[in-house]
């Protein structure tokens, strides 16, 4: 079915641009942090096997990531999903963390930004405007070419 997912009652593309920065701007990620973070994503992708992680990198002081979330999914809910999944253990695996966090479990700031990564909105203009011109079906794949 392409890009294009599918829950019981729904078709659906809802792809999200996530951006998770590290608590007070502190530049803490390396490779070796960022690894770590990868192995958490796919432990969150097998609890959450809706959630699929598209494209994650990162700087020093923030983690992007490309999400695909369902509809019935919040994106919040999901941004704390990550968050608390790799805080503690994070802090575990690295010692050097609990130092420059002492005090908490939190190594990500409170707030995110998020942004959806969506189909052309001239597409979606052109699609509404041809409605009953050679109606190719609406969950097909063909329906943005």
Not at 6 to 25: G, L, M, P
Not at 35 to 63: G, I, S, W
Not at 83 to 102: A, I
Not at 103 to 127: A, L, N, Q
């Amino acid at each position: 079915m392409g890009r294009f997912k599918r829950t019981s009652h729904a078709v659906y593309f809802c792809e999200y641009h996530i951006v998770i920065t590290t608590r007070y701007r502190r530049k803490i990620i390396n490779e070796g942090i960022f690894a770590h973070l990868e192995l958490k994503l796919r432990e969150v992708h097998e609890h959450y096997p809706h959630l699929e992680f598209q494209t994650v990198n990162h700087d020093k002081d923030h983690l992007h990531i490309k999400a695909s979330i369902p509809p019935t999914t919040g994106v919040g809910k999901m941004v704390g999903v990550i968050k608390q999944n790799s805080s503690k253990d994070l802090k575990q695996k690295f010692p050097f963390l609990k130092q420059v966090y002492w005090g908490t479990d939190k190594i990500w700031s409170d707030g995110y930004f998020v942004s959806t990564v969506g189909i052309d909105p001239k597409v979606i203009e052109r699609y509404i405007e041809q409605q009953g011109e050679n109606d190719r079906g609406q969950t097909s794949d063909s329906l943005f070419e």
